[in-house]
């Protein structure tokens, strides 16, 4: 990749930074993004070499001081030289648990993406303004319990989400170094967590042509996706129309109608009478 990148910060298990999460990172990193995975038990040395021992270690750990140091260590990725200054987290289990926090601490946080993580205080929901992207295995009683709280006070606080259960799954399914793994459930999990960290990335596609104020007719669905930004225009009937075969910017503005944000993108639904214009 050339020039500035998006970062992504990468918040271990339980256990510090291990083998797995080394490896997590590499592959963020190989999609393009500047990737930092802090590991919390540098205090103690780092992971030990042994997940029982890592285990035992992390216990010890001040959770105050070990928050301070993992958000420390979100600013340094996120400040660092080959950063555009742009950041998103992913984390799993602890480090799930650590994303969710993040999102109520960090309000310039674009995207974050826990994994089977504790959900923090219902009372820290309305300071959240980053997108979320929330897995859970669908065995995983515990941390589930919490989730309907948690998705209401989202829905509360109109804080854009997007929560997934994998059926059948424990939890850790994503961890491929362990008996817990399920290989569809992690690969569909990890391919929506790349496509969540692209759409709030997406400025860096290449600058597109923008309308100039227009009324139209029908509804208008304008999504960003892995192909550059492409609005479709649909008849009362729903077929698409040849007619207004036109590209939205990212700065674009929309007013009138009923307008709805999507989630985890800049995408939106305006209703007929809708007017569009260049920000």
């Known amino acids: 990749a050339k020039g500035k990148l998006p970062a992504i910060v990468v918040i271990h298990e339980n256990r510090g930074l291990n083998p797995h999460i080394e490896d997590i990172t590499r592959r963020i990193a190989l999609d393009g ?16 070499g042994d997940e029982e021992k890592a285990v035992k270690m992390f216990g010890t750990l001040d959770p105050v ?8 260590g979100a600013n340094v990725v996120k400040t660092h030289a080959e950063s555009n200054g742009r950041l998103g987290a992913v984390g799993f ?5 650590i994303c969710n926090i993040f999102a109520t601490r960090m309000p310039d946080l674009l995207a974050s993406v826990p994994f089977y993580g504790a959900q923090p205080a219902a009372a820290d929901v309305a300071n959240i303004k980053s997108p979320l992207q929330i897995h859970y ?12 709280a948690w998705e209401a006070a989202l829905k509360a606080n109109n804080v854009a989400y997007q929560g997934y259960i994998y059926p059948n799954v424990n939890h850790g399914f994503h961890n491929d170094t362990t008996p817990r793994y399920d290989k569809p459930a992690a690969e569909l999990a990890w391919q929506r967590t790349l496509d969540a960290y692209y759409a709030a ?4 596609i290449d600058p597109l042509p923008v309308f100039n104020l227009y009324n139209f007719d029908w ?8 192909q550059p930004p492409s609005k479709v225009v649909q008849g009362a009937d729903g077929s698409p129309s040849r007619a207004e075969d036109a590209l939205l910017s990212p700065g674009t503005v929309i007013t009138g109608g009923a307008v709805t944000p999507s989630v985890l993108s800049p995408a939106v639904w305006v209703e007929t009478g809708a007017q569009v214009s260049d920000s």
Do not use: K, S, V
């Open 33 to 48: 993004y500047l990737a930092f995975a802090p590991d919390a038990m540098t205090p103690l040395g780092g992971y030990p």
């Open 65 to 72: 001081a070990r928050l301070n140091d993992l958000i420390a």
């Open 93 to 97: 289990c602890f480090g799930g648990g």
């Open 137 to 148: 295995a669908g065995l995983d009683e515990r941390i589930n319990a919490g989730w309907p």
């Open 201 to 204: 990335n997406m400025d860096l």
């Open 219 to 226: 509804p208008i669905y304008t999504t960003y996706g892995p």
